[in-house]
């Protein structure tokens, strides 16, 4: 099986602070993906990647970088964290465009 | 505006009972998803509905997408409090940019 693993199930923090999201996929898989998802709002792509060291902007990149040095690993970033990126936040890797995403079980952070 | 338009945005029912939940868009799809979320999980894809009128069931779980190719539809027969979860569904416009509807959540009371 697939496995996608956020490395924080939870994480507070305060405004201001610089956040480090990880994630990392065992299957080799070349496309990776972070989400946010907000009641009402569903799952909104922030950016995604796929290949090592590329990155594309999803449809809310505003506060947010990702950073793809390794296959594995997909790292999402966020330089000065305010309260409106408080959210619940899940990774995805899928093997191609027209494979099922496989998720990790998400990072709830909250922003004080 | 969202792509994919899901209805209702929650539903409530009783163990037993038929349920039905839509995915709208004014846009075709080559195909499209549907993933079941359960609380403290991340979404789980249950299904891949390809070609336009194509019927897929899954247990008691009947998904159709639609001759247009625009629309599709959850149907689940009898349903039980492990059907419990957040529904949604999510289609590919183009690239890779996967797009999700904004979900159904479903509550099977016993």
């Known amino acids: 099986d697939v496995k996608v693993t956020q490395s924080s199930r939870y994480l507070v923090k305060r405004t201001g602070e610089k956040v480090f999201l990880e994630c990392v996929q065992d299957?080799?898989?070349?496309?990776m993906f972070w989400y946010r998802q907000d009641p009402g709002l569903g799952l909104r792509l922030i950016y995604f990647?796929?290949?090592?060291?590329?990155?594309e902007k999803g449809d809310i990149p505003e506060g947010y970088s990702v950073s793809r040095e390794k296959k594995e690993r997909f790292s999402l970033i966020l330089e000065s964290a305010s309260t409106n990126q408080t959210s619940m936040y899940l990774c995805?890797?899928?093997?191609?465009?027209?494979?099922?995403?496989?998720f990790g079980n998400g990072t709830r952070l909250t922003v004080t | 505006t969202q792509l994919l338009e899901q209805s209702p945005q929650f539903l409530s029912i009783q163990e037993g009972e038929n349920l039905t939940v839509y995915c709208n868009s004014s846009?075709?799809?080559?195909?499209l998803q549907w993933y079941r979320q359960e609380p403290g999980e991340g979404p789980v894809l249950l299904v891949t509905?390809?070609?336009?009128?194509e019927v897929k069931k899954l247990k008691r779980l009947t998904f159709q997408f639609g001759d247009a190719r625009k629309d599709s539809s959850l149907h689940i027969t009898a349903a039980q409090p492990g059907d419990t979860g957040l529904y949604l569904c999510?289609?590919?416009?183009?690239?890779?940019?996967?797009?999700f509807g904004a979900g159904t959540t479903v509550t099977v009371r016993a």
């Open positions: 995805a890797s899928c093997r191609d465009s027209n494979s099922p995403l496989h």
């Open positions: 299957m080799d898989h070349e496309n």
């Open positions: 846009s075709v799809f080559s195909s």
């Open positions: 990647s796929y290949d090592v060291k590329m990155k």
């Open positions: 509905v390809v070609t336009g009128g």
């Open positions: 999510a289609a590919n416009p183009n690239d890779y940019k996967l797009s």
